[in-house]
């Protein structure tokens, strides 16, 4: 049992409900969601490979509005050395309404000609 806790450390990268990421919203009220893990994060890696570990984000697909508070929209994958250790879904940590007409119109005009480049 000592040699567990000699020569492995358990780390919590990211906590329930803590911001991993903000990203652009199309179509909503507001320009910007934060995004989390819904749940702690706990991952055992011998103590060679706690300073490596890594994590990065991977979105289902453009976020648009209407996004409902701790809805999935991608994943959150920790990796060391490029290999996956762990995945977590990547949650919405707030809800983001339908924008007015307008602003709707503005992001899909935005939306059409950034897909051309």
């Known amino acids: 049992m000592s040699y567990g806790f ?3 450390d358990t780390l ?7 911001q991993v ?3 652009k919203v ?5 320009d910007t969601l934060k995004l989390g893990v819904a749940e702690d994060t ?3 890696l011998p103590k060679s490979d706690s300073k490596k570990l890594t994590a990065s984000i991977e979105l289902i697909s453009e976020l ?5 508070e701790g809805q999935t929209l991608g994943v959150v994958h920790y ?4 290999e996956d250790v762990q995945t977590q879904p990547l949650i919405a940590l707030e809800a983001v309404e339908q924008a007015g007409l307008f602003k709707r119109l503005m992001d899909y005009v ?3 000609f950034a897909s051309l480049f």
């Open 6 to 8: 000699r020569f492995f």
């Open 12 to 18: 919590n990268p990211h906590q329930g409900g803590d």
């Open 64 to 68: 648009k509005a209407p996004i409902s």
């Open 26 to 30: 199309w179509f909503g009220a507001q």
């Open 42 to 44: 706990f991952i055992t």
């Open 21 to 23: 990421a903000e990203e």
């Open 79 to 82: 990796t060391v050395d490029g």
């Open 110 to 112: 935005k939306l059409f």
